[in-house]
Structure formats: structure tokens, C-alpha cells
């Protein structure tokens, strides 16, 4: 396989107007891990051996702070930065020493399209837990609003080394490592976060983690599913501040040999929505809340 300088997603930077509601969340209902507090941000880790997944701050309203990548070496570092700047990024900070708890070094740098993207390498690792069956093992995907998708996902080509795996009407799929992709990037009206995947072990996780969900009154917003591109098997939710979320599990896994298939090809039969046919329309308050959540302001 293609050497990639980014080797996975890690985690989320996310703003939230109620920080002890959305721990509280999060931890006892939607299956994270309180790792640590610092600086006014609280660290929530999966099973798996990432520092932490999701990272919770106080704003006035939900917002995207940032999405944190690791990377295969400190050198590649350098020539991200470089890249990302002259594809239009702006560098915010490093390559440097991170004085976060996941330590580590870090580089920073602000995408054209307003987010803040990281870059870590040698961050502070967990050793797994076992696995628990019903709670997420790391972060799958995020998915991010774009007014030009096609700028985006060359943004992420160019300058970062991810490959374009697939392109429907409406999305581009982007990968660093065998995952079918890492990043969507969704055709929108506006710039921000579409939402956030958290991978199960299981299709049976997904359906137990979808019933504590109900269970604690957090209704499907669509789904269960199975996705088209990637394969996966989906079930999406509305955190309590507005924020989409989504368990997902069986994420298509890809080599250099998997040839990447335009919109002609991802075409559903009117009415349906996943392969299964089983998921329903997604609802206009759903579709909403998947335009709501903006990138924090610099």
C-alpha cells in the first residue's frame, strides 16, 4: 500500500454550551471514558488505545474547534505544514512540543474552509480495554460541510497525501490508511461539521449501543442502515446540544487495487436511502442539525 504521512483520525475538538451536560453524556449514555481535565477541556477516550476521541470546551454554541490526525513520522510533520500552506492553509502553530495532556508534538494549521486541522505525532497512548461489545472503539469518520467539495477533497489530496476512494453526487471519500475513508466531505450551503462517527466493534454493537440510546431517550435520527460508499452500517443521533453523531461498524476496508467509482455509479432506487432499503428518509430536522454545528471562529 501507498505510504500515507497522515495514519489515522484520532479525535475531535468540540464546543459545547454545556460542558457538564455533554460530559455527562457522552460518558454515561453515548459509552466515552473521562481521561482527563485541563485548561477548561475535558478528554474522553473509546476502548482503544487513542489518548482521547473527543475533546469537550465551553462555547456559546456547538462548534467544530478541531480535528486532530496522527501522523506516521515527526518529519512528516514539516512538509504537512508546508503543503497545507501553499494548497491555501494558514499555519497556526508548529511543528512544536504539545503541552496538552496527549503530549507529543503537534502542528496546527487553519484549512481554507475555516477548521482547524492537527497533526500529532509521538502523542501519549492507553493500552485497549476489553472490549466492552456496546462502546466505541475509536473514532470511524468525520464528515465536514463544504461549499466546494471538490476544492476540499483536493485540499486533502494535495496537501495532505489522502486518496479520493469514492465520489457520489453529494459527497467525496477520503482516506490515509485502509479504512475506506477517514474524512466525508458533504455538499453544502455552508462550511462546518456534518458529523461525527464513532466505530463499533459490531453490527451487533451498533443495534445494542442504538438501544441504550432510546433507552435514555436519544430517538434514532436515521437509520439503521448501510451505507453505499464504505460499506458501513450506520445509526445516527443528536447529542444534546445539536450536535450528529453516529455508531457505525463494518467499515469497507481498501488497497491500492480498489478503483474509485463516481456519482453514476452511487445511485439509489427513489425512496431509499441505504443499501437495505430499510432506513427511512431523513427527516428535515435532522438534515438541520447536520448544518447547524460551524467551524469555532479564529
Avoid at 138 to 150: C, F, I, K, M, W
Avoid at 167 to 184: E, G, I, L, P, Q
Avoid at 223 to 246: A, K, L, M, Q
Wanted: negative net charge.
Amino acid at each position: 500500500m501507498a505510504r500515507f504521512p497522515v495514519t489515522a483520525l484520532r479525535s475531535v475538538d468540540l464546543g459545547t454550551p454545556d460542558v457538564d451536560g455533554s460530559v455527562r453524556f457522552y460518558c454515561d449514555v453515548w459509552g466515552l471514558t473521562l481521561v482527563t481535565r485541563a485548561a477548561g477541556i475535558v478528554y474522553l477516550r473509546a476502548t482503544g488505545s487513542d489518548h482521547h476521541v473527543v475533546a469537550l470546551y465551553e462555547s456559546e454554541r456547538p462548534e467544530l474547534g478541531a480535528v486532530t490526525f496522527r501522523v506516521a513520522s515527526a518529519d512528516d510533520l514539516a512538509s504537512l505544514a508546508a503543503g497545507a500552506v501553499a494548497e491555501g492553509a494558514q499555519l497556526i502553530h508548529g511543528p512544536a512540543p504539545n503541552d496538552a495532556p496527549d503530549g507529543g508534538v503537534v502542528l496546527a494549521v487553519r484549512g481554507p474552509e475555516g477548521g482547524i486541522l492537527r497533526f500529532v505525532h509521538g502523542d501519549i497512548s492507553h493500552a485497549p480495554e476489553p472490549s466492552r461489545g456496546d462502546r466505541p472503539e475509536r473514532l470511524a469518520h468525520v464528515n465536514l460541510n463544504s461549499t466546494d467539495v471538490d476544492r476540499s477533497a483536493a485540499f486533502y489530496e494535495r496537501a495532505l497525501g489522502f486518496r479520493l476512494t469514492d465520489r457520489s453526487k453529494a459527497m467525496a471519500f477520503v482516506r490515509c490508511n485502509s479504512d475506506h475513508h477517514a474524512v466525508v466531505i458533504a455538499d453544502a450551503r455552508v462550511n462546518g461539521l456534518n458529523h461525527v462517527a464513532f466505530l463499533m466493534p459490531s453490527l451487533e454493537a451498533v443495534m445494542r449501543g442504538s438501544g441504550r440510546m432510546i433507552d435514555a431517550g436519544f430517538p434514532i435520527a436515521w437509520g439503521v442502515g448501510r451505507h453505499g460508499p464504505g460499506d458501513n452500517v450506520f445509526s445516527y443521533f443528536i447529542d444534546p446540544v445539536g450536535t450528529v453523531i453516529e455508531y457505525t461498524a463494518e467499515v469497507l476496508q481498501v488497497d491500492d487495487s480498489y478503483v474509485v467509482r463516481g456519482p453514476d455509479h452511487w445511485v439509489w432506487p427513489p425512496g431509499r436511502t441505504d443499501q437495505w432499503g430499510i432506513a427511512p428518509p431523513k427527516a428535515d430536522h435532522v438534515k438541520a442539525a447536520q448544518l447547524s454545528v460551524r467551524y469555532a471562529a479564529p
